[in-house]
């Protein structure tokens, strides 16, 4: 069983770098089935995909942060991690990392973090 | 981007209805839609993937149909355990992208 867990700071200043790390256990990030994602949901709202990373090091970005995000891994600690740069208040949300699951054409994020809340606030 | 609607926004219902969610893409999708329930404080959990298919695990009151750009999301027999908000996701393009959410409530 996959398990993930998110860690970094709760407080950011606004124009600062979020950044948060999320801990893979049960299961190799190195593994090709699965892409590493990072999915955050602003209070009281829906849910927005920011990227992924896949085992070779191919990360693909939402448009919507693409100029400020960051998406690496680390396989020696099997985690990996998001910075988003030059945050405002509407960074405000609840940040999960996710793992993907692809295989035979179809997708699905299979394995969640319990989420952590990152408020921007000076 | 891909926008996906869901109708209704919130839904009240009682044990033992059946309820229907309903979701429409933007464009065609094919089957590659996924549903997911998420309770209060919790991460979302997948329950029905490919539009169809029910995860492993998942109780078979949860059902999902539909291809192209409408797709339907049916639980046969409400359970007082069951309340929560339902998501749409597609994955037929990048950026992968959600419904707006279904708040179930009794």
């Known amino acids: 069983q996959v398990q993930l867990q998110e860690s970094g700071p709760g407080l950011v200043k606004p124009s600062q770098t979020l950044s948060l790390t999320c801990t893979v256990s049960?299961?190799?990030?190195?593994?090709?089935?699965?892409?590493w994602s990072w999915i955050r949901q602003h209070p009281g709202k829906g849910l927005e995909w920011i990227g992924y990373i896949y085992y070779s090091g191919r990360a693909y970005y939402n448009p919507s942060v693409k100029s400020r995000v960051t998406i690496s891994f680390d396989t020696s600690k099997n985690q990996f991690s998001l910075k988003l740069s030059s945050v405002t208040a509407a960074d405000t949300a609840v940040y999960y990392c996710?793992?993907?699951?692809?295989?035979?054409?179809?997708?699905?994020?299979?394995?969640w973090g319990q989420g952590t809340l990152v408020t921007v606030s000076s | 981007d891909i926008q996906m609607t869901q109708s209704p926004s919130s839904l009240s219902a009682s044990v033992g209805d059946r309820v229907t969610i309903t979701c429409q893409a933007s464009q065609d999708i094919s089957n590659y839609l996924n549903w997911y329930q998420q309770k209060p404080g919790k991460a979302p959990k997948l329950l029905i993937y490919d539009a169809s298919n029910l995860k492993t695990g998942v109780p078979s009151r949860f059902s999902g149909s539909g291809s192209g750009t409408d797709f339907t999301f049916t639980i046969s027999s409400l359970q007082s355990e069951d309340i929560a908000t339902y998501y749409c996701q597609q994955f037929a393009n990048l950026p992968y992208t959600f419904g707006q959410g279904t708040k179930l409530g009794i």
């Open positions: 996710a793992s993907m699951h692809c295989s035979g054409g179809t997708c699905y994020f299979d394995y």
């Open positions: 049960g299961g190799s990030i190195s593994s090709g089935n699965y892409y």
